[in-house]
């Protein structure tokens, strides 16, 4: 659909813009959150869509980097290649886009909900790999494709129905496997984590068939398989600050349709519906 390549392409953009300005790779995916829950319930004219996208980023990075490290506005309309926005279509979209969220702006992405399991811990004593523990530098190859699988979550259309918190565990799980770490999901992590295979196999399964889809040769060299595949499926600057209230956040504030994964599923069922707003 149309709508789709526009977010791809968009999604393309805001990735370039965060990379020029050096920002956490978890600011990017609050500005998506923000985008898509604009789209959910907006009409964004074409002209407008990459002034309403750097809006996004720049209130995501008031939120997500330390104050001294925010760009202005003239960084934001400096670090766009073509020139296609504008300091005053980027100020003016800012305020709309708090309005129109109603200044309901902390919200716990993918990467948050991985930042939170990886202090609780991603791997465990009986983790093994050829029949022996993982090493450290396997661990952190482990660890490197978490956080692919939370981008990849952010455009394949499959997979942005499911929730923050439970991609984030599957991310876990698909990255464990192509490292060959098996058990995929031991009982120890689904304790220490709350979350249970029932609750991460159908995207855990999505994930792997969009794995093997778009990165085919990657997957082919990759250390797993996906043979070690859990039981109910068919197998299948990046650092990441934590925010301390990601922690307080229960699962049902976190999954709730204030997030990425359902704002996507609401915006694909509204398209062409009745619009409360227009940029």
């Known amino acids: 659909p149309q709508v789709l390549e526009v977010r791809r392409a968009t999604v393309y953009w805001l990735a370039g813009m965060a990379k020029a300005l050096q920002l956490y790779s978890s600011t990017m995916h609050t500005a998506l959150n923000y985008l898509d829950r604009v789209w959910a319930t907006a009409h964004v004219k074409q002209d407008r869509v990459l002034e309403v996208a750097a809006a996004c980023l720049l209130i995501a990075a ?19 290649p073509q020139r296609r926005i504008t300091a005053a279509g980027v100020a003016s979209s800012e305020l709309l886009i708090l309005q129109h969220l109603g200044w309901r702006m902390r919200v716990a992405t993918r990467l948050h909900f991985l930042g939170l399991y990886r202090d609780l811990g991603l791997f465990t004593a009986a983790d093994r790999l050829d029949g022996r523990a993982p090493s450290h530098a396997e661990r952190t190859f482990a660890d490197g494709y978490a ?21 984030a565990a599957a991310a876990a799980a698909a990255a464990r496997d192509v490292a060959g770490i098996v058990p995929v999901w031991p009982e120890e992590l689904e304790e220490r984590l709350g979350m249970y295979e029932a609750d991460i196999a159908a995207c855990y399964s999505s ?12 997957s082919a060299s990759a250390r797993g398989s996906f043979g070690a595949a859990l039981s109910s499926c068919g197998g299948c600057r990046t650092e990441t600050p934590v925010l301390s209230t990601a922690a307080h956040w229960s699962k049902k504030q976190a ?7 359902m704002a996507a599923q609401q915006w694909a069922q509204n398209e062409g519906g009745e619009l409360q707003a227009t940029y």
């Open 147 to 167: 956080k692919f699988f939370c981008d990849l979550a952010c455009q394949d259309p499959d997979l942005m129905r499911f929730p923050a918190s439970t991609a």
């Open 255 to 261: 999954d709730s349709p204030t997030n990425v994964a």
């Open 62 to 80: 008031k939120f997500d980097e330390r104050p001294d490290r925010a760009p202005l506005i003239s960084e934001y309309v400096a670090a766009d």
């Open 207 to 218: 994930m792997c068939a969009a794995f093997r889809r778009d990165f085919a040769e990657t």
